[in-house]
């Protein structure tokens, strides 16, 4: 596996994984899981934030402690599915800016098709994480970093639960500097391109919709 990949094998992630991939798991439990694991992996994700030194007048000294510096954060859900996945990290990240791009795929083409995109307008300056539960042939997500990088985005992350190796393949190829964080990778897709075994349509399964 390239270098660009980090799998969350966390105890805690992996269980709710589990429950999450269960075909019985229902829509609001399904919309809890993946909130809660976005919070789990956005501890991860977050984890080389850098750190300044400060002082704080404590009620008893001054302490000399760290607070977080460098670029501020940015979320990106890819619409829908994304949209599960940004209560979560913003209650880790209360200040993060969240943009939103809307894609959905051809189910003709396979090929993603845009009808939305709002970023932050200071996105340029900001670290990117971008969100989507799917990683199936990487279609959407190489998309959606594209237009981003075309706002002039230097770092982004692509931050999703299921990645499935053609779309690790693709994202390594259109998007070398891009890092995927995830916490399972599956080996395969289906004719439909949906990954096997995946968890079926995750903005269905988020949203009630099927
Ligand atoms: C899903 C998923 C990803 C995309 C992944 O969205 O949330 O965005 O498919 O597939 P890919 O890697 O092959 O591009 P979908 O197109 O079903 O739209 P939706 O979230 O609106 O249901
Ligand atoms: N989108 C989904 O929601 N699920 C898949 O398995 C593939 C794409």
């Given at each position: 596996?390239?270098?660009?990949?980090?799998?969350?094998?966390?105890?805690?992630?992996?269980?709710?994984?589990?429950?999450?991939?269960?075909?019985?798991?229902?829509?609001?439990?399904?919309?809890?899981l993946?909130?809660?694991?976005?919070?789990?992996?956005g501890?991860?994700?977050?984890?080389?934030?850098?750190?300044?030194?400060?002082?704080?007048?404590?009620?008893?000294?001054?302490?000399?402690?760290?607070?977080?510096?460098?670029?501020?954060?940015?979320?990106?859900?890819?619409?829908?599915?994304?949209?599960?996945?940004?209560?979560?990290?913003?209650?880790?990240?209360?200040?993060?800016?969240?943009?939103?791009?809307?894609?959905?795929?051809?189910?003709?083409?396979?090929?993603?098709?845009e009808?939305?995109?709002?970023?932050?307008?200071?996105?340029?300056?900001?670290?990117?994480?971008?969100?989507?539960?799917?990683l199936a042939?990487?279609?959407?997500a190489?998309?959606?970093?594209?237009?981003?990088?075309?706002r002039?985005?230097?770092?982004?992350?692509l931050?999703?639960?299921?990645?499935?190796?053609?779309?690790?393949?693709?994202?390594?190829?259109?998007?070398?500097?891009?890092?995927?964080?995830?916490?399972?990778?599956?080996?395969?897709?289906?004719?439909?391109?949906?990954?096997?075994?995946?968890?079926?349509?995750?903005?269905?399964?988020?949203?009630?919709?099927?």
């Open positions: 596996m390239n270098n660009n990949v980090f799998v969350f094998d966390h105890p805690l992630i992996q269980h709710k994984i589990s429950l999450l991939r269960d075909k019985n798991t229902n829509t609001k439990e399904f919309r809890e993946v909130s809660e694991i976005s919070m789990l992996m501890y991860e994700v977050t984890r080389n934030m850098p750190l300044k030194e400060v002082e704080i007048e404590t009620p008893v000294g001054i302490a000399k402690t760290k607070v977080i510096s460098g670029k501020k954060l940015g979320i990106v859900p890819i619409l829908r599915a994304g949209l599960g996945m940004v209560d979560g990290m913003l209650s880790l990240l209360p200040m993060a800016k969240v943009g939103h791009i809307g894609l959905y795929r051809d189910p003709e083409t396979l090929e993603p098709v009808y939305y995109c709002k970023l932050p307008v200071d996105a340029h300056e900001r670290e990117i994480v971008v969100l989507d539960p799917m042939t990487g279609g959407s190489s998309a959606a970093i594209k237009f981003i990088k075309e002039g985005v230097k770092s982004i992350k931050m999703c639960l299921i990645a499935a190796k053609p779309g690790i393949e693709r994202i390594n190829k259109d998007h070398p500097d891009v890092e995927i964080y995830c916490a399972a990778v599956d080996e395969t897709l289906n004719d439909h391109a949906y990954i096997v075994p995946g968890l079926g349509d995750a903005g269905d399964r988020l949203f009630g919709t099927k």
